[in-house]
């Protein structure tokens, strides 16, 4: 049973519009989560966090929004750019990503057009 | 920054053979290494957490006699895939922290076994 799930496989966007990434999660023990990017061949990048104290979270373009009640986060990307095209996953953890039970979601690609 | 650096990033080895896989953390001291395994369009499965010193934890369905961790120093995890076979044919990846929730990866190691 999927515990982080990312229920759209792929999402295009024109550039300078915005991007939104959705992720739901069913474990409410979950108090921690992360979105990392990834590309083709590469380790995910950490892009941002949010603890479950806040609703939301913000640096530069991007934003994360937190719905404890609905168990759903999403990630604002604004505005996109084509560099921005690539692999995002969402994470979740209890009691802090420090103890390694980061639950991966099955991700999302983002293209970005020109 | 924190950067952390696999090695090699890409290995081809013959059915029977084992390979090591080294983790590094380049900027910091890592508190804890997390050893991950992603299969073609799949999330990442978190496969062992381990600390300086100490035996590693591995997750449930992980052969821990196959997949060898050790953690010699705040900065160096290393891999070992023993008797590595074709199902073991996969992209690797390590992360690390510094003590904080957010873990840091690195670019991942393809092994293919032929």
């Known amino acids: 049973d999927q515990q982080v799930k990312q229920n759209s496989p792929s999402l295009s966007v024109q550039e300078g519009r915005i991007s939104i990434l959705n992720c739901d999660y069913t474990?409410?023990?979950?108090?921690?989560f992360l979105w990392y990017k990834k590309y083709p061949a590469e380790g995910p990048t950490f892009l941002i966090s949010i603890s479950s104290i806040k609703d939301k979270n913000e640096d530069g373009r991007f934003t994360v929004f937190l719905n404890k009640s609905a168990k759903h986060l999403s990630l604002h990307i604004v505005p996109s750019q084509p560099g921005d095209s690539a692999v995002y996953f969402c994470?979740?953890?209890?009691?802090?990503?420090?103890?390694?039970?980061?639950?991966f979601g099955k991700g999302t690609k983002l293209s970005v057009k020109p | 920054g924190a950067v952390v650096s696999q090695h090699p990033s890409r290995v081809i080895c013959k059915s029977g053979t084992s390979v090591k896989i080294e983790c590094r953390s380049l900027d910091f001291q890592a508190t804890t290494m997390f050893w991950y395994r992603q299969f073609p369009k799949q999330s990442l499965m978190l496969m062992a957490t381990?600390?300086?010193?100490?035996?590693?934890?591995?997750e449930q369905g992980v052969e821990k006699d196959k997949f060898l961790i050790n953690h010699a120093s705040l900065t160096l995890s290393t891999l070992t895939v023993t008797s590595a076979h074709p199902e073991d044919s996969s992209f690797y990846i390590c992360?690390?922290?510094?003590?904080?929730?957010?873990?840091?990866f690195g670019p991942g190691t393809r092994l293919t076994v032929l």
């Open positions: 474990n409410s023990m979950f108090d921690y």
């Open positions: 994470a979740a953890s209890a009691r802090g990503g420090s103890q390694g039970n980061l639950i």
């Open positions: 381990s600390n300086e010193g100490s035996k590693a934890t591995y």
């Open positions: 992360s690390a922290n510094r003590g904080t929730d957010t873990q840091y």
